[in-house]
């Protein structure tokens, strides 16, 4: 019998999955997370000495302080989804680094009884040609975008 938390994950991963798009980069680097569904609030996924730090930021990429937010993280693949121990600090939250190839599953609340936001992205570690950076934080997007401005 499958798990719940496999169920979760197969509901997550499946209806998503041809969502690709362009990746968003942060102010730091980082991939960015929506945990709203206005734009206001979004993660920064930063990879700092084998963790995942996940900062939060407002709608203008200023940081939040982190208080009543909380943060669930699920992990592998859809056969085996597992959860990933989440560590709160005060810019945001930390997870252990995941195996190269691993889904991301996170749940984000504004507060513990809050409507969860989900938001996902790949570990794809495979380095892209052409911006030279981890598909994960391909930057290529983002300067697709930049020379759109300047063309203007
Ligand atoms: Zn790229």
Same mark, same amino acid.
């Given at each position: 019998m ?6 979760l994950f197969?509901?997550?991963t ?9 990746v ?17 609030m ?8 084998g963790?995942?730090?996940i900062?939060?930021? *407002?709608? *203008?990429?200023?940081a939040?302080p982190?208080a ?14 597992e ?12 997870i ?12 984000f ?18 380095n ?5 950076s981890?598909?994960?934080i391909?930057?290529?997007e983002?300067?697709k ?8």
């Amino acid at each position: 019998m499958k798990s719940k938390l496999t169920l979760l994950f197969l509901a997550l991963t499946t209806s998503f999955a041809l969502a690709h798009g362009g990746v968003e980069i942060g102010p730091n680097g980082g991939r960015i997370l929506e945990f709203s569904k206005n734009e206001t609030m979004h993660g920064e996924v930063t990879l700092k000495e084998g963790k995942f730090q996940i900062a939060l930021l *407002d709608k *203008d990429m200023k940081a939040v302080p982190v208080a009543a937010q909380t943060l669930n993280v699920t992990s592998g693949t859809a056969a085996k989804p597992e959860k990933v121990a989440v560590e709160k600090t005060a810019t945001g939250f930390t997870i252990p680094a995941v195996k190269e190839g691993s889904l991301l599953v996170f749940q984000f609340r504004e507060t513990e009884k809050g409507k969860p936001v989900t938001a996902r992205f790949t570990y794809d570690t495979a380095n892209c040609d052409k911006c030279d950076s981890p598909e994960w934080i391909c930057k290529c997007e983002m300067n697709k975008a930049a020379a759109k401005k300047e063309k203007k």
